[in-house]
């Protein structure tokens, strides 16, 4: 790479004069440009590209291309000749800085802790940034003692200093982990703390990052993946989650250190209303089982039920059937339907001399459906037109009132 990497020697250089090297037309149609210098640091690492202005055009991405590589800066319209004066977002730097500092401070942690090494990682100052290590499940006491050693360190203020050494020299250097290169390594050195080898950009002191919060971890695959925030954006977060508990506590009528108790108090009154509830559900599914029974067709001894709902969850259509079956000669047939969706239960009681899972796979037969059960409760379902439809209710009416 020939053009000089301004960020590499002052990463609080935002900005800085250079000249177009070369002007490319990529792929997407968009313009790139390489200059002689640069201090935007392009996607790499595991860290998103910095942003900013070129003379008179955004800078809204920076990557590596080649053999041997350069860095190309796409910009949104066509700049000048001659020199141009160039600026980095500061707010974007200054998170990926807090966030990738505070990412080698984590994976250190992790691996003085746990003996877990870093696999990977992905840093990002707009949205949570992430940490990959072999997968563990943890509890919330084992990551409070990462996050708490982390801040701890950051409150130190150590040096974070970054420095070249040649491949001959690095067994000398208490890595974290083996790099993957064989020239003059840079390495990012935490005072005293934690060594990597590492081209991204990095805050000077600890006491930048302005402390870390581990917000969740989720397994993937064989990973164990830790979502993380630091500096201004783990500020952001306790604002929203302040603003949020303090509007929770104003509905509540509680202070914010009150809201657990208060919390439960609304989940067990919650949980015995919808006891209550669903005591009510099932006399009102009862009531209504009565109701349709009251409606059915008399088919000899068995009384016949036919019944169509749109929109129902099924396990009320189970409810009713459980009531239907132990009602003297009742046979019956329950539908509900969601667009094509068709749901049937049947039931049958002892004394209607059908079989419920029988009547069932002949009714769903017609439209290529499944289900099973038994000989007094069956269910299944299948999709059905309207015509399909009516055919099954025609054809569980013929046979509910011929097979007496």
Not at 19 to 40: C, I, Y
Not at 70 to 91: K, T
Not at 123 to 131: A, E, W
Not at 375 to 400: H, K, R, T
Request: charged share 20%; with cysteine; glycine share 8%.
């Amino acid at each position: 790479m020939d053009e000089q990497l301004l960020y590499q020697a002052d990463v609080l250089r935002l900005e800085f004069e250079a000249e177009v090297r070369q002007r490319l037309a990529l792929p997407d149609g968009r313009l790139g440009l390489v200059l002689e210098r640069t201090s935007f640091y392009p996607t790499g690492g595991g860290q998103e590209h910095d942003t900013g202005s070129l003379g008179p055009a955004r800078v809204v991405d920076v990557f590596k291309q080649g053999d041997p590589p350069v860095l190309v800066h796409v910009v949104d319209q066509e700049v000048p000749a001659g020199p141009l004066q160039a600026r980095i977002d500061a707010g974007r730097r200054l998170r990926a800085m807090q966030h990738h500092t505070a990412q080698h401070l984590l994976s250190q942690c992790f691996l003085r802790l746990f003996d877990l090494e870093t696999l990977s990682a992905n840093i990002n100052g707009d949205t949570p940034s992430t940490v990959d290590i072999p997968y563990t499940e943890f509890n919330s006491k084992q990551l409070r003692q990462v996050e708490d050693l982390a801040n701890q360190v950051i409150y130190e203020n150590r040096m974070v200093k970054s420095y070249l050494v040649a491949p001959e020299n690095i067994s000398q250097v208490p890595l974290r982990r083996p790099p993957k290169v064989h020239e003059n390594i840079r390495i990012i050195e935490i005072e005293g703390y934690d060594y990597s080898a590492c081209g991204g950009t990095h805050v000077p002191q600890t006491g930048m990052i302005g402390g870390v919060k581990i917000l969740r971890t989720e397994r993937q695959n064989e990973k164990t993946r830790v979502h993380f925030v630091a500096g201004w954006q783990a500020l952001e977060v306790f604002q929203t989650y302040h603003a949020t508990l303090g509007s929770l506590a104003a509905q509540l009528k509680e202070g914010i250190f009150e809201l657990p108790q208060a919390v439960q108090r609304q989940v067990d009154q919650l949980r015995v209303a919808q006891k209550e509830l669903q005591t009510l559900r099932l006399e009102r599914l009862g009531w209504e089982a009565s109701a349709l029974v009251e409606q059915a067709i008399q088919a000899g001894e068995r009384r016949v039920v036919i019944a169509r709902f749109e929109n129902r969850p099924v396990s009320e259509l189970r409810t009713l059937a459980e009531h239907l079956k132990g009602m003297p000669g009742v046979a019956a047939v329950l539908a509900v339907t969601d667009g094509p969706k068709l749901s049937l239960v049947t039931a049958c009681a002892p004394q209607s001399g059908l079989d419920a899972r029988l009547l069932l796979l002949t009714l769903l037969a017609q439209v290529g459906g499944r289900g099973g059960g038994d000989a007094q409760i069956a269910q299944g379902g299948g999709n059905a037109s309207p015509e399909q439809l009516q055919s099954i209710f025609d054809s569980a009416l013929s046979m509910m009132q011929s097979q007496t």
